[in-house]
């Protein structure tokens, strides 16, 4: 059982930077693949970015790579995303996500779920 609570959200303008952070419980933080989804009122949750159990891998979605970098901290049990460059349609609501399996883009391949933090980007 992993619970996982993200921090970090809030109010920028355009061009702006924030960085998220996801804390996660349990002694298993190591041994799953995280993530970073979002998602926009009236729209589906879409994939952001995904780390590997061991951070040595990422991949990201084509509107966020190069703006956006996901990190983690194992030994801090914390998930991070650094946002930068940031653009009105960034705005959403920010979860972090957990499963076994790494780097997929999926939504039903996490089964544990952060409650969200919102990001507005002001123009």
């Known amino acids: 059982q992993v619970q996982l609570v993200e921090s970090g959200g809030g109010l920028v303008q355009a061009g702006g930077s924030l960085r998220l952070s996801c804390a996660a419980s349990?002694?298993?933080?190591?041994?799953?693949?995280m993530a970073w989804f979002r998602q926009a009122p009236g729209k589906e949750r879409e994939f952001v970015a995904a780390?590997?159990?061991?951070?040595?891998?990422?991949t990201y979605a084509a509107s966020v790579k190069g703006r956006f970098t996901i990190s983690r901290d194992n030994a801090k049990n914390t998930e991070y995303l650094q946002m930068n460059s940031l653009k009105p349609e960034d705005t959403a609501v920010y979860y972090c996500?957990?499963?076994?399996?790494?780097?997929?883009?999926?939504?039903?391949?996490?089964?544990?779920w952060g409650q969200g933090t919102q990001v507005t980007v002001s123009s």
């Open positions: 780390i590997n159990w061991s951070g040595s891998s990422t």
């Open positions: 996500a957990a499963g076994s399996l790494e780097l997929r883009v999926e939504v039903s391949n996490y089964y544990y």
């Open positions: 349990g002694r298993t933080f190591s041994t799953y693949g």
